[in-house]
Nanobody, 125 residues
Framework: EVQLVESGGGLVQTGGSLRLSCDTSGFSFGTYDIGWFRQVPGKEREGVSWSSRDGNKYYNDAVRGRFTISRDNTKRTVYLDMNNLKPEDTAVYYC???????????????????YGKGTLVTVSS
């Protein structure tokens, strides 16, 4: 059973930083693409950042230059370092994993196969 468990969310002021972590189990980590989505209540879930199995990294234009994704294949963990946070970054952040090899630009809109339960990030103004 694929399991994705997020941690690291919380309340931070505008301009602050947070690090999200996603611990994983139940699948061959190195053969999956993995990353982060987020969702604001009443809005569609959107792709934030993605780390492909071959080492490529992708970012939503809204976070590029502020967020950094990394993965540790030994620890089976993916991280999202978020800097210079803005109120519009407030959302539930979901760790996601997908085995299909589908391009990020498609997955960012249609979604991944597996998700964690999410962690709330609140950025106060």
């Amino acid at each position: 059973e694929v399991q994705l468990v997020e941690s690291g969310g919380g309340l931070v002021q505008t301009g602050g930083s947070l690090r999200l972590s996603c611990d994983t189990s139940g699948f061959s980590f190195g053969t999956y693409d993995i990353g982060w989505f987020r969702q604001v209540p009443g809005k569609e879930r959107e792709g934030v950042s993605w780390s492909s199995r071959d080492g490529n990294k992708y970012y939503n234009d809204a976070v590029r230059g502020r967020f950094t994704i990394s993965r540790d294949n030994t620890k089976r963990t993916v991280y999202l370092d978020m800097n210079n946070l803005k109120p519009e970054d407030t959302a539930v952040y979901y760790c996601a994993a997908d085995p299909s090899g589908t391009t990020w630009y498609f997955l960012a809109h249609v979604g991944a196969k597996f998700y964690g339960k999410g962690t709330l990030v609140t950025v106060s103004s």
